[in-house]
């Protein structure tokens, strides 16, 4: 799978500013530290996110109210 970001290297802090400029966020330096201290545990968070299950695998879609309702 070409995207699968499980392979991908970490991002550096360069790559991290580019990205924040390229969102349009502009972070003081002390706000950047705090992202770029938070960002190793969220990259690592993502690339635990499955991704070989269809939309309709997820409970939230598939749930049907009707079955503990009475009609």
């Known amino acids: 799978m070409p995207d699968d970001p499980t392979r991908l290297p970490p991002a550096s802090e360069a790559e991290l500013r ?14 950047f530290q705090q992202f770029l201290a938070v960002w190793p ?10 991704r070989h299950f ?7 879609h598939i749930f049907p109210p009707r ?4 009609a």
């Not at 580019?18 to 706000?31: H, M, T, Y």
């Not at 545990?41 to 499955?50: C, D, K, Q, S, Y």
Request: glycine share 6%; charged share 30%.
């Open 18 to 31: 580019q990205r924040l400029n390229d969102a349009g966020l502009n972070l003081s330096e002390e706000l």
């Open 41 to 50: 545990g969220f990259e690592a968070m993502v690339r635990r996110i499955p």
């Open 54 to 60: 269809a939309y309709a695998d997820e409970p939230a």
């Open 67 to 70: 079955r503990i309702t009475r």
